[in-house]
């Protein structure tokens, strides 16, 4: 392990979920001189190692966390927050896809979209506030 993936290591396991962008700026606080292109190639490697993973959040740069997170994401499309749950909680639906079509889901790397509480609450009362102001009541 060189010092440079050793840094890299250590920004990941730092940060918990973060783009390559993020890691390499972490890096760069020790070390200015390693550069973007070696954080790509140590997060290759180091995933090839099964040190980290990483997963699509949503649209942009993959997020890399240590190979230790065995969770799925629960990203919000609206306010962009992203919450974690066990992975056993999709059991059941591996279980399904094994069996109709043959395929082993890999849970951990999984990012699901949605509504958190928030926005969900948010959305909720958003229609009751327009008849409010509208001074038509909600049916």
């Known amino acids: 392990m060189t010092p440079q993936r050793q ?12 783009t390559p962008e993020a890691i390499c700026a972490k890096v760069q606080e020790i070390a200015p001189a390693v550069n973007i292109t070696t954080v790509y190639r140590t997060l290759d490697l180091l995933e090839q190692l099964g040190i980290v993973r990483h997963t699509h959040l949503g649209h942009g740069a993959p ?27 999709l059991d059941d639906l591996a279980g399904t896809l094994a069996r109709t079509a043959g395929f082993t889901l890999d849970p951990t790397h999984v990012a699901l979209s949605g509504l958190c ?5 948010e959305s909720d009362a958003e229609p009751v506030a327009q008849a409010a102001a509208s001074g038509k009541e909600s049916v």
């Open 117 to 121: 509480s928030r926005c969900e609450s």
């Open 7 to 18: 840094l890299v290591l250590d920004a990941v396991s730092e940060l918990g979920h973060a």
């Open 63 to 89: 997020t890399y966390a240590t190979g230790e997170h065995e969770h799925v994401h629960l990203v919000c499309h609206r306010c962009g927050t992203v919450d974690e749950v066990d992975a056993d909680l």
